[in-house]
């Protein structure tokens, strides 16, 4: 309990939004949307009195930490509001599983969603993804890198888009090459030392028939650009919606500036919005909620 604690506390920046009352909805608990080595990959839904059609999908995750206990009601009271269906996903958490193994949950996770949009009542392509942080990360990775599924998958669910119509986060690391300034690496290195676990990219060991750490640096910079949404920028995403804070030292704002620019340049509408003197996380980041909203109700309403 100690561990969860610790991690939490220094991963989970929508703590910040702090807990609220539940807010007017029905919450069904712990759909199965997936499995992976015998382990369920679970989500909350949660249904609000008048739903307006549109599904959000929010990222549960900080410093690539995802737990069930961790679903904030408070945090998505603003959509709940407004008609929004939201979808509550919790991935595989680190230090069990790596970034390239959450972002298989997130594919998944979408595609699950999608598949049922007619029994949660929303429109497939409207879905909109949010989250802060790694959870941030993990909504611009799908927004940039959404892909379409196996026409010839035996699982239904698979053969589903895992592509958004709209992407609307928090203070999300973009490039881990270029953190923070030109050729800076933060692959579980440098500001992100203290984030180890999801970096430890490992592969099957013919030989030996065990996972062993990927240690060749040739590789580990291919996993790095592939998980960097900066590299996946391209005329058909989503428009995209950034709110950092212009003294964040865990993820300097730089990260969302490279990822507006190269997604503006590819024609792509993003927009950042800069907090002036805030950090990672702010006392009065609850009323920013309304500001992704009104993204989500922008370009999801008017489709």
Same mark, same amino acid.
């Given at each position: 309990?100690?561990?969860? !604690? +610790?991690?939490?506390?220094?991963?989970?920046?929508?703590?910040?939004?702090?807990?609220?009352?539940?807010?007017?909805?029905? /919450?069904?608990?712990?759909?199965?949307?997936?499995?992976? #080595?015998?382990?369920?990959?679970?989500?909350?839904?949660?249904?609000?009195?008048?739903?307006?059609?549109?599904?959000?999908?929010?990222?549960?995750?900080?410093?690539?930490?995802?737990?069930?206990?961790?679903?904030?009601?408070?945090?998505?009271?603003?959509?709940?509001?407004?008609?929004? *269906?939201?979808?509550?996903?919790?991935?595989?958490?680190?230090?069990?599983?790596?970034?390239?193994?959450?972002?298989?949950?997130?594919?998944?996770?979408?595609?699950?969603?999608?598949?049922?949009?007619?029994?949660?009542?929303?429109?497939?392509?409207?879905?909109?993804?949010?989250?802060?942080?790694?959870?941030?990360?993990? @909504?611009?990775?799908?927004?940039?890198?959404? @892909?379409?599924?196996?026409?010839?998958?035996?699982?239904?669910?698979?053969?589903?888009?895992?592509?958004? !119509? =709209?992407?609307?986060?928090?203070?999300?690391?973009?490039?881990? #090459?270029?953190?923070?300034?030109?050729?800076?690496?933060?692959?579980?290195?440098?500001?992100?030392?203290? #984030? /180890?676990?999801?970096?430890?990219?490992?592969?099957?060991?013919?030989? *030996? $028939? /065990?996972?062993?750490?990927?240690?060749?640096?040739?590789?580990?910079?291919?996993?790095?650009?592939?998980?960097?949404?900066?590299?996946?920028?391209?005329?058909?995403?989503?428009?995209?919606?950034?709110?950092?804070?212009?003294?964040?030292?865990?993820?300097?704002? &730089? &990260?969302?500036?490279?990822?507006?620019?190269?997604?503006?340049?590819?024609?792509?509408? =993003?927009?950042?919005?800069? $907090?002036?003197? =805030?950090?990672?996380?702010?006392?009065?980041?609850?009323?920013?909620?309304?500001?992704?909203?009104?993204?989500?109700?922008?370009? +999801? $309403?008017?489709?």
């Amino acid at each position: 309990m100690m561990r969860l !604690a +610790l991690a939490l506390a220094a991963g989970l920046c929508v703590a910040a939004v702090g807990r609220a009352e539940e807010p007017p909805a029905k /919450r069904t608990e712990d759909v199965i949307y997936g499995r992976k #080595f015998g382990t369920a990959l679970t989500m909350d839904v949660f249904t609000p009195a008048k739903p307006n059609g549109i599904g959000l999908i929010f990222v549960v995750s900080g410093g690539w930490f995802s737990a069930h206990e961790a679903i904030n009601p408070g945090f998505l009271e603003p959509f709940l509001k407004r008609g929004y *269906t939201v979808f509550a996903v919790v991935h595989g958490s680190q230090p069990k599983f790596n970034i390239t193994e959450i972002l298989s949950d997130m594919h998944r996770a979408v595609r699950y969603i999608r598949h049922h949009a007619a029994d949660y009542g929303v429109d497939p392509e409207r879905l909109g993804i949010m989250g802060a942080s790694a959870g941030g990360h993990l @909504s611009v990775m799908q927004g940039t890198a959404g @892909s379409a599924g196996d026409p010839n998958a035996q699982d239904k669910v698979d053969r589903e888009s895992s592509r958004v !119509a =709209a992407v609307a986060c928090f203070f999300p690391p973009t490039d881990f #090459f270029n953190y923070g300034k030109p050729g800076e690496d933060a692959l579980g290195r440098g500001i992100l030392k203290g #984030f /180890r676990a999801p970096f430890d990219f490992e592969q099957m060991d013919d030989e *030996t $028939k /065990r996972f062993v750490e990927i240690t060749d640096e040739a590789k580990l910079q291919e996993i790095g650009k592939a998980i960097s949404p900066v590299n996946h920028a391209s005329s058909d995403d989503p428009p995209t919606l950034i709110v950092h804070g212009d003294a964040d030292e865990l993820v300097p704002i &730089q &990260q969302a500036e490279i990822l507006v620019e190269a997604l503006t340049k590819a024609g792509v509408e =993003a927009k950042l919005v800069t $907090k002036p003197g =805030a950090g990672h996380g702010w006392p009065d980041l609850p009323k920013d909620l309304e500001t992704l909203a009104d993204w989500f109700d922008e370009h +999801l $309403k008017k489709q």
